[in-house]
């Protein structure tokens, strides 16, 4: 199996798994196992850098990582995206936490499928991009769009505002992804799309 599709393939279960878990644990316990994962990914990248076989971690390391990237590059950014999206939006401005959830499947569902079958199918490149093509943005944009209405329509109401929230959440890390190059997309994507996301249904309501 191709090193891209493996790391795709860990991305996209392991994000939504732990989508699902913020989803389904109250705040508090969404926010305590968000900043577990982002200092034990840290604290484990430190060992693996020091020489260290860390049980089960250095594997999945070994097998997933790109060469000369830091280890748990991605990882680190994306775990600082969403606990920073977290505290912000959720912990001190009291924005539902469906909307973090909904940037954090996002980022597995539309970045994991974007890559991945892009990287299969795709034939025409995006402007301005060496890697990046129409159709796997596409089928990355349709799979999360579809995917976090669900999601959005538990606190955004009538339905039709979801659809549209999540049209622009879905646009917005699209595009990060594609074009945002000076920040890892892990990061961009997760803080771009929750605040797009809350901005439009802000917008929806006056």
């Known amino acids: 199996?191709?090193?891209?599709?493996?790391?795709?393939?860990?991305?996209?279960?392991?994000?939504?798994?732990?989508?699902?878990?913020?989803?389904?644990?109250?705040v508090w316990m969404g926010f305590a196992l968000l900043?577990?994962?982002?200092?034990?990914?840290?604290?484990?990248?430190?060992?693996i850098n020091k020489g260290k076989q860390v049980p089960l971690v250095y594997g999945l390391?070994?097998?997933?990582?790109?060469?000369?990237?830091?280890?748990?590059?991605?990882?680190?950014?994306?775990?600082?995206?969403?606990l920073l999206t977290f505290v912000v939006f959720?912990?001190?401005?009291?924005?539902?936490?469906?909307f973090v959830v909904a940037s954090m499947l996002i980022?597995?569902?539309g970045d994991g499928i974007s890559t991945g079958l892009g990287r299969i199918i795709g034939t025409k490149r995006l402007p301005r991009t060496k890697t990046k093509s129409y159709e796997?943005?596409?089928?990355?944009?349709?799979?999360?769009?579809?995917?976090?209405?669900?999601?959005?329509?538990?606190?955004?109401?009538?339905?039709?505002?979801?659809?549209?929230?999540?049209?622009i959440g879905a646009t917005v890390g699209m595009l990060a992804e594609a074009y945002i190059r000076a920040v890892n997309?892990?990061?961009?994507?997760p803080v771009l799309s929750c605040s797009a996301m809350l901005l439009a249904y802000s917008i929806l309501l006056l």
Do not use: C, Q
């Open 1 to 26: 199996m191709h090193l891209e599709t493996k790391r795709k393939s860990v991305h996209f279960a392991t994000g939504i798994l732990f989508a699902l878990a913020v989803l389904f644990l109250s």
């Open 35 to 47: 900043s577990v994962a982002t200092v034990s990914t840290f604290v484990f990248a430190h060992f």
């Open 61 to 82: 390391v070994k097998h997933t990582e790109r060469e000369g990237k830091p280890v748990a590059y991605g990882v680190k950014w994306y775990f600082t995206g969403v």
């Open 90 to 98: 959720t912990l001190i401005a009291g924005a539902p936490k469906e």
């Open 107 to 109: 980022v597995a569902v």
């Open 136 to 167: 796997g943005s596409f089928i990355g944009f349709g799979s999360a769009f579809l995917v976090i209405i669900p999601v959005l329509s538990l606190v955004v109401v009538p339905l039709k505002y979801a659809v549209v929230v999540a049209f």
């Open 185 to 189: 997309d892990n990061f961009t994507i």
